[in-house]
């Protein structure tokens, strides 16, 4: 192993002690990159492992970190790395169940930052519901019900009329069109397999320390159950109450008086709190075990973040 | 080949690249791999394709990808209609009588039914310099069609099983671009060299903006330049990218507006920010303010 080749190494192996994912494959190219280059100067050095050792904008500070530290080692000379700061507008649904559960491989520091950029509801989301105004909670109560909760689709085994990337032939169809064309199937049909929302779970705390957000959650709750199918919404006191038929109402202060009627722990101190809750979904009770499987799971709010 | 010497070959189509970029695309043709662009829509992700193209004098192969997009849409497809012809041509002339169904089956796969599409033609691409493979917004396909990609990309070979293997005799340039609406997966990520594009620096949007723009006054194409620098400052919904310098500035200058003022910079701000809201935030912050720091961002 030459002296650069060893170099070299050991810069992909302090880049990973630093957080960056740098496979061997990478670090082979990095050496096939700084043969190209050659190691004459910073700049080249520099962007043969920016292009071969970093593959996601999020280690591109890492990186720099990391190089920075390493070559100041070997070098005296200082080194400022091109400036890489840069804020960016994430395009993203405002839909609060985006996130499902990590099933698409995002980490927690990859989640785009949402926030709302314009007019009211800019305020409106930074503010506590706690503290909310009458008007503010109108306000409020008019975004929820136009909000529509979707959440990650999954595919489905049903299949429907199109030609997907995967498709079947549509024996049906095809021989139906053969007839136009003197019985010879000049045009295909095809269907493939469509795509179904993931069931949706809500497990809403509506405990003591948590009634100034219970409303403004249940809200939140019937929109979900109103804009979309298979969605569960649990009330989680002292004990689970299941709400989705008495928020499956149209008008939305209907459901949620109902559904204040029904949960019969709504605004009561816990005097003991629920420690199994994953259990109980997953029986029979409330449909089937694959609950736990394919379904989202959300449970808010989280005490820590807004108790008193 | 340098790094240098790419930068000046795409400077000559009219691209201004950087030190980074140029050396990405550099060590992509050196080392036969494909480079994945990352970056702000309007940054020039796909422009950069073209430039390379035109600059190595290769045929540009552009494939839009969409979501559902499938090999037979990417890669190959069979003429079925034309095969189908084929079969009652030779039924009705005769041509079938005594011969065994194997020759008539081989027949009918044969290279004149295949339906060459992008991938196909960049691989199998006999004489002349590499094409130039864009795969466009690769974060609009699906998971599927990535994982295809990952066998083309890694051997530069495609398998239609009737007829056997095309390989690419040279390696195509490949480039890949993402607005990442998703994360790529990361396998296809590793077969690839990663670049993610900036904005660029003022100097060389101007550059950029003067090449691009020949007609407008240089004063103009700087204060232009300088002023979407402010809006990007600005947190927008959609920050302006280098197109909509250029398209801002070619505005102006059919205008006859010789430098950038408040009335001129209002009416026509459609053509840097495409959101209502935007508009509304810039107009409210004062365009009178957008015009002063643009002069004095241009002075300096």
New interface residues.
């Given amino acids: 192993m030459s002296n650069a080749t060893a170099i070299a190494v050991a810069f992909v192996d302090r880049l990973r002690s630093s957080g960056v994912?740098a496979?061997l494959?990478?670090s082979i190219?990095y050496q096939?990159?700084l043969g190209?280059?050659g190691m004459g100067s910073r700049?080249?050095v520099y962007?043969?492992g920016?292009?071969?050792l970093?593959?996601?904008?999020e280690d591109?500070a890492a990186y720099d970190t990391a190089f920075n530290s390493f070559w100041d080692d070997h070098s005296a000379a200082p080194y400022e790395p091109?400036s890489?700061a840069?804020?960016?507008?994430v395009?993203d649904e405002e839909s609060p169940d985006d996130d499902d559960g990590g099933l698409?491989?995002?980490d927690a520091d990859?989640a785009p930052s949402i926030e709302l950029?314009?007019?009211a509801a800019e305020v409106l989301r930074h503010r506590d519901f706690a503290s909310y105004s009458d008007d503010e909670l109108a306000e409020a109560r008019r975004l929820m019900g136009r909000l529509r909760v979707t959440g990650s689709p999954r595919r489905s085994l049903r299949l429907v009329n199109g030609?997907?990337?995967?498709?079947q032939m549509d024996l049906r169809r095809t021989v139906r069109a053969a007839l136009s064309t003197g019985g010879?199937?000049?045009q295909?049909r095809w269907r493939h397999r469509g795509m179904r929302p993931r069931r949706l779970v809500l497990l809403l705390d509506v405990s003591g320390s948590m009634e100034p957000y219970a409303r403004a959650l249940v809200r939140f709750a019937h929109a979900a159950v109103i804009g979309r199918q298979r969605v569960e919404v649990f009330a989680l006191g002292t004990r689970l109450t299941r709400m989705t038929r008495e928020l499956s109402e149209r008008d939305p202060d209907a459901a949620v008086a109902r559904a204040a009627r029904a949960v019969v722990d709504w605004w009561h101190p816990p005097r003991r709190r629920p420690e199994r809750v994953q259990p109980t979904l997953g029986t029979a009770r409330y449909g089937p075990r694959r609950h736990g499987r394919d379904s989202v799971r959300w449970l808010g709010p989280r005490r820590s973040e807004h108790a008193r | 080949m340098s790094?240098e010497s790419v930068r000046d070959d795409l400077a000559a189509q009219g691209y201004i690249a950087?030190?980074?970029l140029a050396?990405?695309v550099?060590?992509a043709r050196?080392?036969g791999?494909p480079l994945?662009l990352?970056g702000?829509a309007g940054v020039g992700k796909t422009e950069l394709a073209k430039a390379i193209a035109a600059s190595t004098g290769g045929e540009l192969i552009r494939l839009q990808c969409y979501e559902?997009?499938?090999a037979s849409q990417a890669v190959y497809d069979w003429d079925?209609?034309r095969q189908?012809l084929h079969l009652?041509a030779a039924e009705a002339t005769g041509a079938m009588v005594g011969r065994t169904t194997d020759s008539v089956e081989a027949e009918l796969y044969d290279e004149r039914f295949l339906v060459r599409r992008a991938v196909l033609r960049a691989i199998d691409h006999r004489d002349g310099p590499s094409p130039v493979l864009l795969i466009d917004e690769v974060d609009r396909a699906?998971d599927?069609?990535e994982a295809y990609l990952l066998e083309v990309l890694s051997d530069f070979q495609v398998t239609v099983p009737e007829i056997g293997v095309f390989r690419a005799q040279r390696p195509p340039v490949v480039v890949l671009t993402s607005n990442?609406?998703?994360?790529v997966h990361?396998a296809l990520?590793?077969r690839?060299?990663?670049?993610?594009v900036?904005?660029p620096d003022l100097e060389r949007e101007i550059e950029i903006v003067r090449r691009r723009v020949p007609e407008a006054d240089i004063a103009l194409s700087t204060e232009v330049a300088a002023a979407v620098a402010h809006l990007r400052a600005m947190?927008?919904?959609?920050?302006p990218g280098v197109a909509e310098t250029i398209d801002w500035t070619a505005a102006l200058a059919r205008l006859g507006v010789r430098h950038l003022d408040a009335a001129s910079a209002e009416a026509t701000l459609g053509t840097v920010l495409k959101y209502r809201?935007d508009t509304?935030?810039v107009v409210s912050h004062g365009i009178d303010d957008l015009v002063a720091a643009a002069r004095s961002g241009a002075g300096r």
């Fill in positions: 994912d496979p494959s990478a190219e096939r990159a190209a280059l700049d080249a962007w043969a920016r292009t071969t970093v593959r996601r904008r591109i091109p890489a840069m804020s960016i507008a395009d698409d491989g995002h990859d950029r314009f007019s030609h997907g990337s995967r498709p010879e199937p000049l295909r | 790094p950087d030190v980074g050396t990405a550099f060590l050196e080392l791999r994945m990352e702000d559902g997009i499938d079925y209609t189908l009652r699906d599927e069609f990442r609406t998703r994360d990361d990520k590793r690839c060299l990663y670049h993610w900036e904005h947190e927008l919904y959609k920050p809201e509304e935030r």
